[in-house]
């Protein structure tokens, strides 16, 4: 069967079944490689490091968690642009594979138009061989046969557009295997975007929660330093100046997260991973669910509209309005924590097209008591959509 992302390219009429004829072009893997490795190396160290206690460990202890957390995140957002370098390279390889068998199959059009003028003009005007006229004329003349009599009646030059024909569909089975290996590929390197953005995810994560620990040690620690610069001023003096170094170690690391790109997305380039269903743009791997939703509900009289995919600015502004304006409370404050909750952008479902907030009569569904809210309760999870208990509208593939 062809690939899928191929199939999406060309449509059913190009893809007859083929063998990869032709070697693709792609990136050596050599220094993927190397960089994968080193990505693993730092996911390992940061694992350890997340799990310091920050109030009971040394303040090296915290200097060096802090620094294989920080690199961690610094390793893995590289990881994730490597990855995605790579992804729009194999969509652009894709792309031109396709065009390349387009092209090939417009030819092909042209040639066959050729040949069949040819063959009409020496139907009407046969030579004098009798054995020619017999085979031109036979109700089921073949190719074969009709190469022979064109080659008794035709001279060489006038043949061209057969050999060309012969040469053209040799070339689309190359093309078309060299299309369907790049459809393969396009989707593996997606697949490897998806995977380093958990990666980032973790990894943003460990150092948040590593964070918030040293900053309520901060807290602690500094309180005691004043405490203690009355009673012992040299004591409390180091403390301070030990306790100010981690807190400067924090500041640049949060400074420098900031100046990184704020959310992680998944990235939709030239894949068609994100489509509308009715005008609502979800991911493609659940669109069939949300039109049989959509459709059922409609049967039942229930006519739901809504919104599905939207970018990471969109998250964005929803944190800075619900959580706070600083970079902590966009990126970092627990969901929990934000009134309403709101997800932290590269986490919530709407920013990989998995989540819809439905509305009814042209307004979101906001009660329980709603037809709609009665109706998706009913029959939603039957398409795959379960509902955010604290909020009505908003269904997804895993209820968050």
């Known amino acids: 069967m062809p690939h899928p992302r191929l199939r999406r390219c060309l449509g059913p009429a190009a893809l007859a079944a083929s063998l990869v004829l032709g070697a693709l072009v792609v990136p050596s893997s050599a220094g993927a490689d190397a960089r994968s490795e080193r990505a693993e190396i730092q996911r390992k160290r940061a694992a350890a490091a997340a799990q310091i206690d920050a109030l009971r460990a040394t303040d090296a202890q915290v200097e060096s968690a802090l620094a294989a957390l920080h690199a961690n995140v610094r390793t893995q957002t590289a990881a994730l642009r490597d990855a995605e370098r790579r992804s729009a390279e194999a969509d652009a390889a894709l792309a031109r594979a396709t065009e390349q068998v387009r092209a090939k199959e417009a030819e092909i059009a042209a040639l066959d138009a050729a040949v069949k003028k040819l063959a009409v003009e020496t139907f ?4 004098s061989s009798e054995s020619l006229l017999d085979s031109l004329q036979a109700e089921n003349i073949g190719e074969a046969e009709l190469k022979q009599a064109l080659l008794e009646a035709k001279s060489s030059s006038q043949l061209d557009s057969l050999d060309q024909l012969d040469r053209a569909r040799e070339d689309l089975e190359i093309a078309r ?3 369907e290996a790049a ?4 989707e593996r390197q997606q697949a490897a975007v998806s995977n380093r953005v958990q990666e980032l995810t973790v990894a943003r994560d460990q150092q948040a929660r590593v964070a918030a620990d040293v900053q309520a040690r ?3 620690q ?3 330093a004043a ?3 009355e009673r012992d001023a040299a004591l409390g003096a180091q403390i301070a100046a030990e306790q100010a170094r981690i807190a400067a170690q924090l500041a640049a690391q949060r400074a420098a997260s900031a100046r990184r790109a704020g959310p992680v997305t998944i990235s939709v380039t030239g894949s068609g991973n994100i489509v509308s269903v009715r005008g609502i743009q979800v991911h493609k791997s659940i669109a069939d669910d949300l039109a049989g939703l959509l459709s059922a509900a409609e049967g039942d009289g229930i006519s739901l509209s809504g919104w599905g995919y939207r970018d990471s600015s969109r998250q964005v502004e929803l944190r800075r309005q619900n959580c706070g304006p600083s970079y902590y409370d966009i990126y970092q404050k627990p969901p929990s924590a934000c009134s309403p909750p709101t997800a932290r952008p590269g986490q919530s479902l709407h920013e990989r097209g998995l989540a819809v907030d439905f509305t009814y009569g042209g307004r979101t569904i906001q009660s329980r008591s709603s ?6 309760r009913a029959n939603a999870a039957r398409y795959g959509f379960y509902n955010l208990p604290s909020e009505p509208w908003h269904w997804s593939v895993d209820g968050n």
């Not at 009407?124 to 030579?127: A, E, K, Q, T, V």
Request: hydrophobic share 55%.
């Open 222 to 224: 500094l309180s005691e």
């Open 227 to 229: 405490f203690l610069a």
């Open 218 to 220: 901060l807290d602690r």
């Open 177 to 179: 295997g060299q299309a």
């Open 124 to 127: 009407i005007r046969p030579p």
């Open 371 to 376: 037809p709609a809210f009665q109706w998706l």
């Open 183 to 186: 459809a393969a590929e396009a």
